[in-house]
């Protein structure tokens, strides 16, 4: 894993799109594995703003979200197609036609339904590019602890973190969602290159399990260790836990002085 430390939230958010609009202009058929989360935000402003300000196009690019909320009603504010659709893709020419998000109206049928989700990423060519935030808990996605390490897109009930989580984006007495459709550890796993984003001192401990803690399924976004090609970028505070953090600044300087195409 490469990991690169960023002083501010915003130079997180501006490295990180940086490197999806370096692998569009390099690849402008490429499929793009996506996220949502305040942690995305920024970094979806930032290419809305590259796709204005020069021009970068994806109108031949893929793209494939991670998850979604199941339980909510067609078009609900807290929804990520939502949250997609008013932080990204309104504001850019990603074809709608190649824009895949979970669906969460799926009443019946889940396995048979997140099969297909599978088979359009293969059939999509996989994944060139993945983007990962990460729950307190170290989930990806919403691959939650005890998640196989080898599993693939289903319906994942959250944990009480998660629930906990996500309290606040939704109004006091309404339902909230309490599962998802997620892609599962083992979809992640197949990604080309997977970029990781952390930003604030509550991924501290996720951030520290994930890089430096053991393999294991209790914080999923470990299995990250598996992967060949994995660039976590955080901020200070994601990184306060960290026990390496000189050598990582010293192996950035390195890379960047012998493989700099390593960092995009
Ligand atoms: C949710 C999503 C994750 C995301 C996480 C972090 O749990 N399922 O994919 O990584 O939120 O979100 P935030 O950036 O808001 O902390």
């Given amino acids: 894993m490469l990991v690169i430390i960023k002083n501010q939230r915003e130079e ?24 949502t989360g305040a942690t995305m935000r920024g970094v979806y402003a930032e290419l809305v703003r590259i796709h204005r300000e020069e021009g970068l196009d994806f109108s031949d690019a ?22 997609m659709m008013e932080n990204f893709f309104r504001h850019v020419n990603v074809n709608p036609l190649n824009i895949n998000i979970p669906d969460g109206t799926v009443r019946s049928n889940f396995d048979e339904y997140c099969a297909s989700y599978e088979a359009s990423i293969r059939n999509a060519g996989g994944i060139d590019l993945q983007i990962l935030g990460i729950g307190r808990n170290g989930h990806i996605g919403f691959n939650e602890p005890a998640s196989s390490l080898g599993s693939r897109t289903r319906l994942k009930a ?19 969602p309490k599962c998802a459709i997620t892609v599962g ?12 984003l952390a930003a ?3 991924k501290a401990r996720a951030v ?5 803690g053991a393999l294991t399924a209790s914080c999923t976004a470990s299995a990250l260790q ?13 990184a306060a836990e960290l026990a390496q ?8 300087e390195l890379t960047a002085q012998f493989t700099p195409s390593r960092l995009w």
């Fill in 62 to 83: 893929t793209t494939f979200n991670l998850d979604e909320y199941v339980g909510l009603p067609p078009g609900h504010p807290q929804s990520f197609r939502h949250f």
């Fill in 185 to 196: 550890i083992g979809t992640i796993l197949e990604a080309r290159h997977i970029v990781l």
């Fill in 158 to 176: 959250f944990s009480q973190e998660t629930l906990d989580d996500n309290r606040k984006f939704f109004a006091a007495g309404e339902e909230m």
């Fill in 200 to 202: 604030g001192s509550a």
């Fill in 226 to 238: 598996l992967h060949p090609d994995v660039t976590c970028i955080i901020d200070e505070e994601a």
């Fill in 208 to 212: 520290a399990r994930a890089i430096e």
């Fill in 12 to 35: 997180l958010e501006r490295e990180a799109a940086r490197i999806v609009a370096r692998a569009v202009r390099r690849n402008p058929s490429l499929t793009l594995g996506l996220a």
């Fill in 245 to 252: 953090k000189d050598y990582y600044r010293r192996v950035v």
